[in-house]
T-cell receptor
């Protein structure tokens, strides 16, 4: 059974810092990995999708990498802003889509 | 519609009652997913539809849970004899195409169910 772990569970940084969120998974036979953002009381917004044949994807200040063989992904956020405060979830898809518990990010002005 | 719509946004019910949660996916999306999210946890897969049929219902926790999508668009998640442990946010998502590959899911805002 696929297990997805996200570290840290919570992170607080001052505005402007670069930061890295980590995701690990136990079964490397995946179709893709996605990073989502979830704001309180809201649904999930897809940020980046990395297919199994890819190693990274970039969107604006966000960069996600995938090392399938070691079962790891990182989400790098450059020059963090207070508006980046949210919970970030990674999800891997093989037979179904399994999520980690998320990292709750707070960016302080 | 422009996004995935879920109703009701909040539902409070008593233990033992029957509940229906509705999901209206993005027009043209053939795939529809139901997830359940408990406080402080990531979403947990319940069921996946491709068109009208349930292609994978392995995540449904027991036979009190059932979902339908009779015309391949709107889906209803039905919970019988609700229990306090059913309290969670129920999320619906939809996407084009099949399950694997470059399959970006669009999520609704969720239905928060509280069983007293």
């Amino acid at each position: 059974k696929q297990e997805v772990t996200q570290i840290p569970a919570a992170l607080s940084v001052p505005e402007g810092e670069n930061l890295v969120l980590n995701c690990s998974f136990t079964d490397s036979a995946i179709y893709n990995l996605q990073w989502f953002r979830q704001d309180p009381g809201k649904g999930l917004t897809s940020l980046l999708l990395i297919q199994s044949s890819q190693r990274e994807q970039t969107s604006g200040r966000l960069n996600a990498s995938l090392d399938k063989s070691s079962g790891r992904s990182t989400l790098y956020i450059a020059a963090s802003q207070p508006g980046d405060s949210a919970t970030y979830l990674c999800a891997v898809e093989n037979n179904d889509m399994r999520f980690g518990a998320g990292t709750r990010l707070t960016v302080k002005p | 519609g422009a996004g995935v719509s879920q109703t009701p946004s909040n539902k409070v019910t008593e233990k033992g009652k029957y509940v229906e949660l509705r999901c209206d996916p993005i027009s043209g999306h053939t795939a529809l997913y139901w997830y359940r999210q408990s406080l402080g946890q990531g979403p947990e897969f319940l069921i996946y539809f491709q068109g009208t049929g349930a292609a994978d219902d392995s995540g449904l926790p027991n036979d009190r849970f059932f979902a339908v999508r009779p015309e391949g668009s709107v889906s209803t998640l039905k919970i019988q004899r609700t229990e306090r442990g059913d309290s969670a946010v129920y999320l619906c998502a939809s996407s084009f195409g099949s399950r694997s590959g470059a399959n970006v899911l669009t999520f609704g805002a969720g239905s928060r169910l509280t069983v007293l």
